[in-house]
């Protein structure tokens, strides 16, 4: 416990300037092993953008922006639950994930075994996400609970900066590269999916930029009813019948170069 009084102590300094996140990370990593960190921000509505790491590789972020957010299962729970606080990867990790492209692939490329997410409000519909990472133990329970009870402290901090901040500020101003911009529309390549009407290649682009089917109704100016008509019949054209195999087919025909 004597290890945190002075990381305590930086962050509240903090709160309102360009450091808090450096030293969020430092209070919440200040007695709990770990070996790196990221950290995220999720929206309900937008792609994901990476706001700074610890000791991770910058392809891995470009990778993760440009192909592995879809299968985050952090960001997956906050667009269907927005749920905040302390989340182990291991409760959010069932067989099927286990063997999947995050935990199998982006993970296992990251040489990381396990992974905590500390979930804090950040403005409107978003969160930050600030994840401690290892590379060869799992986290214990223990550590877990001690998470849990400093949460509170985790979260005043946070608001305070918010608070200070005021509503014109962006966290990720200076955060580039595919998936960093939260308006930015990948481009479906003519050679894909030439079966597709334009109108239907426009929605695919907003399923693909992460946008749920209200959103999508109210940038196209339609119901959410047409909205799923639409996806209904587009899943019909590519013989699919989840969003999950339409970003498969999308990232696998542009890995492919075709």
């Known amino acids: 416990m004597g290890n945190i009084w002075a990381p ?4 509240i300094a903090a709160t309102g300037t360009d450091r808090h996140v450096d030293c969020l990370i430092d209070l919440i990593g200040a007695d709990i ?3 790196l960190v ?3 921000r ?6 994901p953008e990476f706001v700074k790491h610890r000791r991770f590789s910058d392809e891995m972020v470009q990778r993760y ?5 879809v299968f985050d299962p952090f960001y997956a729970s906050w667009r269907r639950e927005r749920r905040l606080g302390i989340m182990p990867l291991k409760r959010l990790a069932d067989d099927e994930a286990k063997r999947g492209q995050y935990i199998a692939g982006f993970l296992a490329q990251s040489e990381i075994c396990d992974e905590v997410g500390i979930m804090l409000a950040d403005g409107g519909d978003w969160c ?12 214990k329970d223990a550590e877990i609970t001690l998470l849990d009870e400093r ?14 901040r005021g509503s014109d500020f962006s966290r990720t101003s200076g955060v580039t590269g595919p998936g960093a911009s939260p308006q930015q529309q990948p481009s479906i390549p003519d050679s894909l999916w030439p079966e597709l009407s334009l109108r239907e290649r426009g929605l695919v682009r907003l399923i693909l930029a992460g946008h749920p089917t209200a959103n999508i109704a109210d940038r196209l100016g339609i119901t959410v009813g047409t909205v799923k008509n639409h996806r209904r019949r587009i899943y019909e054209k590519l013989d699919i019948t989840t969003e999950r195999e339409l970003f498969l087919q999308f990232f696998q025909h542009r890995s492919s170069g075709t």
Do not use: M
């Open 8 to 11: 305590l102590a930086k962050a």
């Open 33 to 35: 092993d770990h070996d």
């Open 38 to 40: 990221t950290v995220t």
């Open 42 to 47: 999720y929206s309900t509505t937008q792609t």
């Open 65 to 69: 922006l440009e192909t592995y957010y």
């Open 128 to 139: 930050l996400g600030i994840f401690l990472d290892r590379s060869t133990a799992p986290f």
């Open 151 to 164: 949460l509170p402290v985790f979260q005043e901090l946070h608001a305070l900066d918010i608070k200070a």
